[in-house]
């Protein structure tokens, strides 16, 4: 299968030959990425952390305000012609870090703010993932599709009681749902093909994860649109692929745990998602598309960034307290501990996805094209 113009004829015969031969590609363009969460009453027994309105008053008491100069700033704001955005409030908030006792950017030093010891899921048994480290803990999870044990996802347990990060696969967090209406149109799709002898049977497989040079195509009514072609970007940064197992409909790879996952995702966002020891569960669905699972060790710096880039609009309108977001993803990192301090510097992570049959269009050595579907 000839695949990017990047790969020199020699080394492409040499793939070619050490790989077995398969018959059948199908091509998906991701029409979701997002955190997989469950989120499930009682998951949260010291209850879900406030929402901003509450959560910016709380910092105020951080910083050593009274409850009587805090309803004074309260009122003040309510009088006020511009509101909430630029109150008194908003602004100390903005500015609630603090450098040799004069304030500065809490988005841009997050570790200068008080940390309000948000809320994390404790005490639950249940989380999508996978076992990355091969070990079955005592706080672990356990996956409510697979059943598997040990599942590691502390990206989910530190986000998870963060109002905007609750949810579901059929009820999204806010934070992903917002994001993904908002900049879809703005970002490269993503391409996902499968090759097999027979994609409907039990073997081996590959999958190959490529980034789109067109963004993703949409019907009138706003639903991502089937079969349209996607040309696959020829630059190596977004293209990996895997070597895979079917069994039972569902595929996963077959060496899980031993590679990286490396996309170029949202500049405006996420700007790459980036993982260490990846899994992946993905089967195809009734109506012909795909859903899946992928995860892995993130670093947890890429996430905080991610939500603190949009500083206070995404503070007050979706993501919560960000320098909250902070403590708790430093706090429940559990991998790649850094030699200087010993701190966790990634964080294991399950993300889902789903998809609609594409055709995914390649550039070979000859500079044809050639299409899969």
Known sequence: MLRRSAISTAALVSLLAAAPAMAESKSFVVTWFGQAMDSKDGDCPDGVNPRWAEQRLRNLRDLG??????????????LGEEGMEASKIADMNVNRGRINGKPVNAYTYPSTVVDPK????????????FNLDGKIGASDFEDPETHEKG?????????????????????????????????REGRSAWVITITAND???DGDARVTFDRAIERLRFNADSTPR?????????????????????????????NAGTQDFNMIYNPEFIPVIRMTKVHMRMKITPDGGIEGMIGGYQRWDDL????????????????????????LLKKYADHDPSPANGQNMAISATWNFTGVPAFAVIEDPSGELSEHH
């Open 151 to 183: 599942v590691d996802n502390e990206f989910g347990r530190a986000m998870g009681c963060m109002p905007n990060f609750r949810g579901s696969l059929k009820e999204p967090p806010l934070e992903y749902a917002w994001v993904w209406a908002w900049k």
């Open 226 to 254: 089937r079969d349209m072609p996607y040309r696959v970007d020829p630059s190596p940064r977004s293209h990996f692929e895997y070597a895979a197992k079917i069994k039972d409909g569902m595929l996963t790879l077959a």
């Open 118 to 129: 948000l809320h994390a899921i404790r005490d639950w048994k249940w989380a999508f993932g």
């Open 199 to 201: 994609i409907t049977k």
């Open 304 to 327: 905080y960034i991610s939500y603190a880039s949009g500083g206070k609009a995404n503070e007050d309108g979706n993501a919560g307290d960000l320098p909250g977001i902070y403590y």
């Open 65 to 78: 305000l009274n409850e009587k100069q805090i309803a004074d700033l309260v009122a003040e704001e309510l």
